[in-house]
């Protein structure tokens, strides 16, 4: 979709789609689930912090 030129129903009808459909709000939730059993945010930060310069990574996150 070429969001430049799409009028605004292009866009919303095809988020649309992604929030009514069964299959994807079943496997949203089940990538949900998973995520946070394995304690995903704090793995995404560690591997954010990892591929940043240490002497940003001066704030306390949890």
């Known amino acids: ?7 605004a129903e292009t866009p ?5 789609v992604l929030v009514t459909d069964p299959e994807r709000v079943d496997r949203s ?5 998973a995520a946070r059993a394995e304690d995903g945010t704090l793995r995404a930060v560690d591997l954010i ?13 949890r």
């Open 1 to 7: 979709m070429d969001t430049a030129d799409a009028p």
């Open 49 to 61: 912090e990892n591929m940043l310069d240490p002497a940003l990574c001066t704030l306390p996150f």
């Open 29 to 33: 939730k089940q990538l949900q689930a």
């Open 12 to 16: 919303r009808a095809a988020l649309d």
